[in-house]
């Protein structure tokens, strides 16, 4: 069943463009993937929900957008250069590439690869691969200078930290948030966007005097695990917190706590929580002979702050978002798919249908109200099918409202407005119906 659910959304999201495979007239690349028009305006949508409550509405945190291709120091800092590692074995049958901590352990040394056969590590040798991207900076091929592209959006808030202090005037404790790209070589499993060799974070990093990070440390976990069923909508069953056991924390961290979604595949993180403690700030310190320590003039002492780090992905959150919202149900002995969006997420919010399109006025009028909402709430028009289909497109999309002119609407002034969950249908007046779907949001 789960499988089956997979399938489905993975289905959906292609025809109806929210996902397409990346490069995909020429083969595709594996675990690469393309966001569609509908795709691109959820997956902003949800980024723009988390800027507007961290960045933009909590006076402790300010925003920070650093590049991508990094200097190589700040991974030698980092340690990403020398430990960023995953141990991977070859199948000598069908000569696929995997993760050792990602098949099935039979016995001993004996791995079950996906194609059935066994996998001796005595003689395919797992080996450690590098997960960072390298890229030549330099403008000359055969004088080469190496950079990277990050592997996460973390390091650059670090090499900032004085700046954005001298820049700011900001005491802290003090959050800097980020949202961008990321890029790890990493190999995957067919678990669609749920891991990707080009991704994309929202991060913040959240520095504060090492005695209050215990207590900070918990009231992030519970802002963030809040934050996903009161802001995005998850239901509270798929949702749980999972702190991480003393022998999986980093060597740095104090604590780490995942915030895991039940996938069609099951249980995964969605989001990691750390306490990372002085450790960033003391090795680019270190590594940069530069002073990123914090004098804190209240009480008169110098220190390296410790971090709490939320690290939630965009496309995991997307991922989500999506099969939380998918539904099937059965309507007049038809099977009836609707992803049930929180309005604010949804491509649309409104949809503008003609009844009929072999009369001009009624579609002249159906474009004047399209016009008329279409500044105010995000808005689409459609009619190029008939309205029974043009409802079911909508359904699949997860537009809360359609709005359908008829030809009552030419003489009445009023338009029809279906609710997408309910399907319950209501007349209301045009010139009441921006005020009518705000009023329905907000209930």
């Known amino acids: 069943m789960a499988e089956d659910k997979l399938s489905k959304i993975v289905s959906l999201c292609k025809r109806r463009g929210f996902i ?3 490069s995909e ?14 795709g691109s305006k959820i997956k902003k949508r949800i980024k723009d929900l988390w800027w507007k409550t961290y960045a933009e509405d909590r006076p402790d945190i300010v925003g920070l957008d650093c590049s991508i291709i990094t200097h190589e120091d700040v991974f030698k800092a980092s340690g990403h250069l020398d430990g960023f590692n995953d141990m991977l074995v070859d199948c000598l049958h069908c000569k696929k590439r995997f993760r050792l901590d990602k ?18 590590t005595n003689v395919s040798k797992p080996r450690k691969f590098n997960l960072m991207l390298r890229t030549n900076m330099s403008a000359i091929e055969t004088e080469p200078y190496w950079g990277y592209l990050r592997p996460e959006t973390a390091q650059g808030i ?9 820049s700011t005037y900001k005491k802290l404790p003090l959050g800097i948030a980020q949202i961008g790209k990321s890029f790890r070589n990493e190999v995957t499993g067919g678990s669609f966007i749920f891991r990707m060799k080009e991704f994309e974070q929202m991060e913040i990093e959240y520095f504060c005097a090492p005695e209050d990070s215990d207590r900070l440390y918990e009231e992030w976990v519970e802002e963030r695990y809040s934050y996903y069923i009161n802001k995005i909508g998850l239901k509270k069953e798929n949702i749980m917190k999972r702190p991480h056991a003393q022998d999986e924390l980093a060597h740095y961290a104090r604590g780490c706590t995942d915030i895991e979604y039940l996938f069609p595949f099951g249980w995964s993180e969605l989001e990691g929580i750390a306490n990372r403690t002085d450790y960033d700030l003391t090795q680019h310190a270190k590594f940069s002979k530069k002073d990123l320590s914090y004098f804190d003039q209240k009480n008169n002492r110098k220190f390296i702050p410790y971090v709490i780090e939320p690290s939630a992905g965009v496309d995991r959150t997307f991922f989500a978002v999506i099969c939380d919202a998918f539904h099937e149900e059965e309507v007049n002995g038809k099977i009836r798919t609707v992803l049930k969006l929180k309005p604010q997420l949804a491509a649309h919010c ?7 399109t072999n009369r001009p006025e009624l579609v002249e009028l159906a474009k004047k109200v399209f016009c008329d ?13 008939a309205i029974g289909k043009l409802y079911r497109r909508q359904d699949e999309i997860g537009t809360p409202f359609c709005v359908t002119v008829d ?7 009023k338009v029809t407005v279906r609710d997408r969950d309910t399907m319950k249908q209501e007349r209301i007046e045009i010139e009441h119906l921006i005020e009518y779907i705000n009023t329905q949001l907000k209930a």
């Open 20 to 22: 397409f495979g990346g």
């Open 25 to 38: 007239i020429y083969g595709g690349v594996s675990s690469i993937w393309d966001y569609g028009p509908l």
């Open 103 to 120: 098949i099935e352990h039979v016995k001993d040394n004996i791995y079950k690869c996906e194609c059935g056969k066994d996998i001796d």
């Open 158 to 166: 670090f090499c900032n930290f004085q700046n954005v202090l001298s």
């Open 350 to 356: 409104v949809a503008i249908l003609p009844l009929l």
């Open 373 to 385: 909402i279409k500044d105010k709430l995000p808005t689409q028009y459609d009619d190029t099918a």
């Open 407 to 413: 030809v009552d609407s030419m003489t009445d002034k």
